[in-house]
C-alpha cells in the first residue's frame, strides 16, 4: 500500500462520501496534508486503521475521542495487541506473558513469578475485614487495590520499569487478597491459577482452569474501553498506577460494560432447564431490561472473542449439561433476532460452569483488564500534556 492516498480512495476504502473523509479531518479523526498538485492526500495506514476500527460515532449516539496508542488495535472482530492477534496468543499465553508484551513490546518464554508485599496483603484482607459475605468480589477488588495502595510509600514513581514492577504486584495483592486459601502448589505459580484457586467451586471442572487462563488473556485490554479511558485521564494528570487501576474498576462495574457478565450469571441461574430459555428472556424484554450478554458498540458483526472463549468452553465440558441450557437461550437470541453474542456472555457462563460465587465475570475481567490498563498509563505517563475534554454546552446562557 502507497504511504498516501486521494480522498476518493480513501473515501472507497472507509465505505463513505467525500465530504464524509473531510468531515472526519475537522474532527481530528484523520490527518490530511497537501500534494504537490495541491490535492488533498491522506496517510494509507491511518485510514486503514480507522477502516478496521469502524467509522467514527455520529452525534446524538456515543461521541468518540481519538487518541494515538500503540497498545491495541480493535480488528473487524477481535482486539490485535501490539499487532498480535488476542485469540492466538490467549492459545498459550499467560497473563503474565500478555502484560510483559504490552506493557514493553517484548516476548517473555517464561512466566515470572508475581508477588504482592505480605504486609500488603495483608491489609487489604485487614480491609475486607467488615464487609458482608454478600460483597461481590468486584467490590472486595476495589477495597483491595486502595490498601494495597496505601502499604506502598512509593507508588508514585512513575517510570516505565517502576510501573511494570508495581503492576505485577498489583495484579497478584488483587488475587492473594480475595477470600480463601491457595494450594501451596499453586501458590507461587501463574495468577489465573491462582485467580481460579479463589473462585472455582471445590468441584469445579479442572478443564476449566485452563478456560479462565484463556478467558484472562483474551480479555487483557481492548482499546478504549470506557474503564481504559477513564485509566488514562487518571494517568495524563500523575495519578499513582493503584489510583489509575481503582479509577479503571470503578468503571468496569458498570452495567454497560463489565457488570454484563454479572446479567448472564443470574439468568443462567433463573434457567434451571432448556425449556425455560423463552420465558426467562421474555420476562426481560417485557420488563424492558435489556437481555444480558448481546451486542457490541464497536463489533457490529460479531465478537469473535465470544465464538472463541465459548469454543474453550465447549471443548473443556463437553456434554455438561448446563451447556444445554445455554445452547437454548443462544438459539433463542437468534429467533428473537438479537444482536450476537459478546464476550460478557461467554465469560458469565465460565462462571457459571465453574460455580464461582455470583460476579465472579465481574472480577476476572477486572484482574484481566488491569494489564491494560497499566499499558495505557505507561503511555500517558510519558506525554507531556492532560487529557482534557470539553463539553458542548446546552444550557441557558449567562
Given at each position: 500500500m502507497s504511504r498516501w492516498m486521494s480522498v476518493e480512495d480513501a473515501a472507497r476504502r472507509l465505505g463513505v462520501k467525500t465530504a464524509t473523509v473531510y468531515a472526519y479531518v475537522s474532527r481530528g479523526v484523520l490527518t490530511r496534508r497537501r500534494g504537490e498538485d495541491g490535492r488533498s492526500l491522506f496517510d494509507a495506514e491511518e485510514v486503514e486503521r480507522l477502516a478496521l476500527r469502524g467509522r467514527p460515532r455520529r452525534s446524538g449516539?456515543?461521541?468518540?475521542?481519538?487518541?494515538?496508542?500503540?497498545?491495541?488495535?480493535?480488528?473487524?472482530?477481535?482486539?490485535?495487541?501490539?499487532?498480535?492477534?488476542?485469540?492466538?496468543?490467549?492459545?498459550?499465553?499467560?497473563?503474565?506473558?500478555?502484560?510483559?508484551?504490552?506493557?514493553?513490546?517484548?516476548?517473555?518464554d517464561h512466566v515470572d513469578r508475581w508477588e504482592a508485599a505480605p504486609e500488603a496483603v495483608a491489609a487489604a484482607r485487614a480491609a475486607q475485614a467488615g464487609l458482608s459475605a454478600s460483597v461481590l468480589p468486584l467490590e472486595r477488588l476495589q477495597v483491595i487495590v486502595t490498601a494495597l495502595a496505601a502499604a506502598d510509600p512509593v507508588r508514585l514513581t512513575l517510570d516505565p520499569a517502576a510501573v511494570a514492577l508495581i503492576g505485577q504486584s498489583i495484579v497478584a495483592g488483587l488475587v492473594d487478597a480475595l477470600p480463601g486459601s491457595v494450594p501451596r502448589r499453586v501458590a507461587g505459580g501463574p495468577v489465573a491459577g491462582r485467580l481460579w484457586a479463589k473462585l472455582a467451586a471445590p468441584d469445579a471442572a479442572p478443564a476449566l482452569a485452563d478456560v479462565l487462563r484463556y478467558a484472562t488473556v483474551l480479555l487483557a485490554d481492548h482499546e478504549l474501553a470506557s474503564s481504559t479511558l477513564a485509566a488514562r485521564v487518571a494517568a495524563s494528570v500523575r495519578a499513582d498506577p493503584y489510583a489509575v487501576v481503582a479509577a479503571g474498576l470503578g468503571v468496569v462495574s458498570g452495567a454497560l460494560h463489565g457488570g454484563a457478565s454479572l446479567g448472564t450469571e443470574a439468568m443462567l441461574a433463573e434457567t434451571s432447564e432448556p425449556?425455560?430459555?423463552?420465558?426467562?428472556?421474555?420476562?426481560?424484554?417485557?420488563?424492558?431490561?435489556?437481555?444480558?450478554?448481546?451486542?457490541?458498540?464497536?463489533?457490529?458483526?460479531?465478537?469473535?472473542?465470544?465464538?472463541a472463549l465459548l469454543g474453550r468452553i465447549r471443548a473443556a465440558v463437553p456434554g455438561h449439561p448446563r451447556l444445554a441450557v445455554a445452547d437454548a437461550i443462544l438459539e433463542e437470541a437468534g429467533r428473537r433476532r438479537l444482536p450476537d453474542v459478546n464476550v460478557d456472555f461467554a465469560l458469565g457462563l465460565l462462571a457459571h460452569l465453574a460455580g464461582m460465587p455470583r460476579g465472579a465475570g465481574e472480577a476476572i475481567f477486572g484482574v484481566a483488564r488491569t494489564v491494560g490498563w497499566l499499558a495505557h498509563a505507561m503511555e500517558e505517563y510519558e506525554r507531556p500534556t492532560k487529557l482534557r475534554l470539553r463539553a458542548s454546552y446546552t444550557g441557558p446562557m449567562a
Open positions: 449516539s456515543h461521541p468518540e475521542l481519538v487518541i494515538e496508542s500503540a497498545v491495541t488495535l480493535l480488528g473487524g472482530d477481535r482486539p490485535f495487541f501490539r499487532g498480535r492477534d488476542a485469540t492466538v496468543l490467549a492459545g498459550t499465553w499467560h497473563l503474565e506473558h500478555v502484560a510483559g508484551w504490552l506493557w514493553t513490546g517484548k516476548d517473555r425449556a425455560q430459555a423463552s420465558a426467562v428472556m421474555g420476562q426481560r424484554l417485557r420488563q424492558g431490561e435489556r437481555v444480558p450478554g448481546f451486542g457490541h458498540a464497536v463489533y457490529r458483526s460479531g465478537d469473535g472473542r465470544a465464538t
